[in-house]
T-cell receptor
Framework: GAVVSQHPSRVICKSGTSVKIECRSL??????MFWYRQFPKQSLMLMAT?????????EQGVEKDKFLINHASLTLSTLTVTSAHPEDSSFYIC????????????FGPGTRLTVT | GQQLNQSPQSMFIQEGEDVSMNCTSS?????WLWYKQDPGEGPVLLIA?????ELTSNGRLTAQFGITRKDSFLNISASIPSDVGIYFC???????????FGKGTKLTVNP
């Protein structure tokens, strides 16, 4: 139970292009999903909290116009990195609160983004 | 952003040994969580703690919620090679949905 998937698992894109990452809760509905970024050998840093049907709440220092989040259904949230630059290269991980299970955050497998 | 103080940063142990790691915070937390992350994967929830003094086990793993609500520890008994990975503590303050993560403890188990 409490399975979260992400797609794609890896993506390479050219500088200036946009990339969309999908996060799905497979066996539960999630009114709240979270997006994190993790640089090599570092901890997870919360980027934004995504609530179904409303605008995402971004953490301080995270550009909302660059990292577009859409949580259109109870099982899907998307993160779009717009006009990507090499410094956006990172491991992006989503999580979803599984009220049906423990109510805690369950994480997806992550998406490795490389911007060339 | 806010982070927890997690120690040690890394541990190198022999298979069969017990392991202990801990997290401290300057803030009071209502929830403490322990996750394990394998390379290139997302964190997996190991144990969740909700009450000060609570001691919870999951197989060979045992975690405790500190009495002061500002710390937690995780013990792994009789370590095996598949215990290798990075262990993160995470805390949640009352009234918040957000988790604050420690910097992780990298565990290496020599067979």
């Amino acid at each position: 139970g409490a399975v979260v998937s992400q797609h794609p698992s890896r993506v390479i894109c050219k500088s200036g292009t946009s990339v969309k990452i999908e996060c799905r809760s497979l066996d539960f509905q999630a009114t709240t999903m979270f997006w994190y970024r993790q640089f090599p050998k570092q901890s997870l840093m919360l980027m934004a909290t995504s609530n179904e049907g409303s605008k995402a709440t971004y953490e301080q220092g995270v550009e909302k116009d660059k990292f577009l989040i859409n949580h259109a259904s109870l099982t899907l949230s998307t993160l779009t990195v717009t006009s990507a630059h090499p410094e956006d290269s990172s491991f992006y991980i989503c999580s979803a609160r599984a009220e049906r299970f423990s109510g805690e955050q369950y994480f997806g497998p992550g998406t490795r983004l490389t911007v060339t | 952003g806010q982070q927890l103080n997690q120690s040690p940063q890394s541990m190198f142990i022999q298979e069969g040994e017990d392991v202990s790691m801990n997290c401290t915070s300057s803030s009071i937390f209502n929830t403490w969580l322990w996750y394990k992350q394998d390379p290139g994967e997302g964190p997996v929830l190991l144990i969740a703690l909700y009450k000060a003094g609570e001691l919870t086990s999951n197989g060979r793993l045992t975690a405790q919620f500190g009495i002061t609500r500002k710390d937690s520890f995780l013990n792994i008994s009789a370590s095996i090679p598949s215990d290798v990975g990075i262990y993160f503590c995470a805390g949640r303050e009352g009234g918040s949905e957000k988790l604050v993560f420690g910097k992780g403890t990298k565990l290496t188990v020599n067979p």
